[in-house]
């Protein structure tokens, strides 16, 4: 397999040596129906690749690409429950999460059905008012302490559906920082707030600082006895969730099969369940089920996932380009880039390949993104007209939530404008017409033409949404899951796995030491210099 995957890496890597790999107009001019072709509708959604400039050979090199890469086969075994995280030696059953599956997906299922039951009861329990705080309130406010993958899911649909008047205010706190927690402490009443500690391992450093500091916020307002009234747990860990006190009836289980990443549709989505209300979490699960179909059944050609990770395998693979932008055209999906850095970044960060070689190529680009329209005012220009293009996944969503129609007008009219002027540019001539057409002399015109002109053949994918609801967003979210697994395959690396940022957790040990006892611990100089300064200003 080896040889024939990397034949087909060397293939994709000639197309994109030859001259003008990287164009896309010329692409347009001869066939006026790219847009038909190079555009494709799965589970709701419809991707158009065709500002990329991927030709029809290059097109075939990326199905052989995907051939060769066993993605098909990669991903039945995913869905058959094998041990497709091979260095943990786990399944990865997200799927199973939100629908049958065959096989070993089958079990994982009804396991995630019987889980699934009981948050159902839990939800519509507090939402009825049976289950209540210490002191008989009913909870108003869903508190979630959670970092990583504990987080960025819940936190990313939360800020995209949650609105005034839903079942439960929702609140964040993610990062141990005093001042994330000092920011959210005025929101909260605790005789009405209910705390979610979603944790898979329950042993993060971070998130169980902050579930102590919550605890003994709870525990002083409420008494300790009325403080577990307040707490459930949402975890694969039980008994470290029953060491830290919460009762056995309030731990939310999950399965070590679900990725931190890849688990808002677990029980760790429960804050999203009790927040928007369990009708709409469910919807979510549907439209997430409805994309799993799509990934499971749809032909290699008109594969969502496949086609939106073979577009990024062309540009870090074939044309060199490292990095990509996420532009959600609505603020609702403001935390999605945020979503996907960490789905894509710590699942396809690596650097060997399964067997525990060196990857022969490159891997998992930067990605970044914010919203537009503010986006273009802040980072767009070196997408526009800086020495290395970056690839674009602009989100677009047809039908707004609000009545503002003309603001919606302007937000998708700057949407497609950026893609379209990412692809024509603008050369030295159209600079100049325009120019002298607004009267500008000689001089001037001769002295700004360089400053003005735009390269053009900057690639984007868009993404059309019907509309921003639970559906829609599952399926949007499981389209990023999928396409991250398949580049796993496609780059041979393990996307479930995450050892690199142990290593960082490991070295914090002896410096929290050093920084609570001050007793010193030998460090590289520059550690040893930054830590001595930090204490010299703390005196
Ligand atoms: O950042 C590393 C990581 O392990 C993530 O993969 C995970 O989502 C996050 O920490 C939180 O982990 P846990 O859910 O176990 O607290």
Redesign the pocket.
């Known amino acids: 397999m080896d040889d024939v995957l990397e034949d087909a890496w060397a293939r994709v890597e000639e197309f994109g040596r030859r001259p003008g790999a990287s164009a896309i107009r010329p692409l347009f001019t001869a066939d006026p129906k790219r847009f038909d072709r190079y555009s494709h509708r799965g589970a709701g959604l419809l991707l158009d690749m065709s500002k990329t400039a991927i030709s029809d050979e290059v097109r075939e090199a990326l199905f052989d690409l995907a051939r060769a890469a066993r993605v098909e086969q990669g991903r039945d075994a995913m869905a058959n429950g094998e041990i497709v995280n091979n260095t943990e030696r786990r399944a990865a059953l997200h799927m199973a999460l939100r629908g049958g599956l065959p096989g070993a997906g089958a079990a994982a299922h009804e396991d995630a059905l019987r889980t699934l039951t009981y948050m159902r009861a839990f939800t519509e329990s507090v939402h009825r008012g049976e289950v209540r705080g210490a002191t008989n309130q009913r909870f108003d406010t869903v508190l979630s302490i959670?970092?990583?993958?504990?987080?960025l899911g819940p936190v990313m649909v939360t800020r995209a559906l949650w609105r005034a008047g839903d079942p439960m205010r929702p609140v964040h706190l993610g990062n141990v920082d005093g001042h994330g927690w000092e920011t959210v402490l005025p929101m909260l009443d605790p005789r009405r707030t209910l705390v979610l500690i979603?944790?898979?391992?329950?042993?993060?450093a971070e998130?169980m600082a902050n579930a102590r500091l919550v605890r003994a916020w709870m525990e002083a307002s409420v008494g300790r006895n009325g403080a577990s009234a307040h707490f459930a747990a949402l975890?694969t860990n039980l008994a470290a969730c029953e060491a830290f006190g919460i009762a056995a009836d309030r731990v939310f289980p999950f399965r070590d099969w679900v990725?931190?990443?890849f688990?808002l549709w677990s029980a760790?989505g429960l804050s999203l369940a009790l927040s928007l209300g369990w009708e709409r979490f469910e919807a979510l699960l549907d439209g997430a089920r409805e994309m799993d179909q799509h990934f499971l059944g749809a032909p290699l050609e008109q594969n969502l996932p496949i086609l939106l990770a073979l577009v990024e395998a062309w540009h870090v693979g074939g044309l060199k380009i490292h990095r990509r932008a996420v532009l959600p055209y609505d603020e609702r999906l403001r935390r999605l880039p945020a979503h996907l850095q960490?789905l894509e970044m710590?699942s396809l960060g690596k650097s060997v390949r399964r067997d525990g070689t060196p990857t022969p190529w490159s891997t998992g680009p930067v990605v970044f993104g914010e919203p537009g329209t503010s986006a273009q005012h802040s980072f767009m220009q070196l997408v526009h007209q800086g020495p290395n293009p970056v690839p674009v996944d602009f989100i677009l969503v047809a039908k707004s939530d609000h009545r503002h129609d003309e603001n919606h007008r302007i937000l998708l009219a700057n949407g497609l404008a950026q893609a379209a002027a990412l692809m024509v540019g603008r050369d030295a001539d159209a600079v100049k017409a325009e120019m002298r057409e607004a009267g500008a002399d000689e001089e001037t015109i001769a002295r700004l033409v360089p400053h003005r002109v735009s390269p053009g053949d900057r690639p984007s994918n868009t993404i059309v949404m019907p509309r921003l609801d639970p559906q829609a967003l599952g399926s949007l979210i499981a389209l990023y899951e999928h396409k991250v697994f398949v580049l796993g395959c496609l780059w041979d690396v393990n996307p479930f796995d995450?050892w690199g940022?142990e290593l960082g957790k490991v070295l914090a040990t002896p410096i929290l030491r050093e920084l609570t006892d001050g007793r010193r611990v030998p460090h590289d100089s520059s550690t040893s210099g930054l830590l001595a300064e930090i204490q010299r200003l703390q005196r």
């Open positions: 959670g970092i990583g993958g504990s987080d979603g944790s898979k391992t329950f042993t993060t998130t975890s990725g931190g990443r688990s760790l960490q710590e995450q940022v």
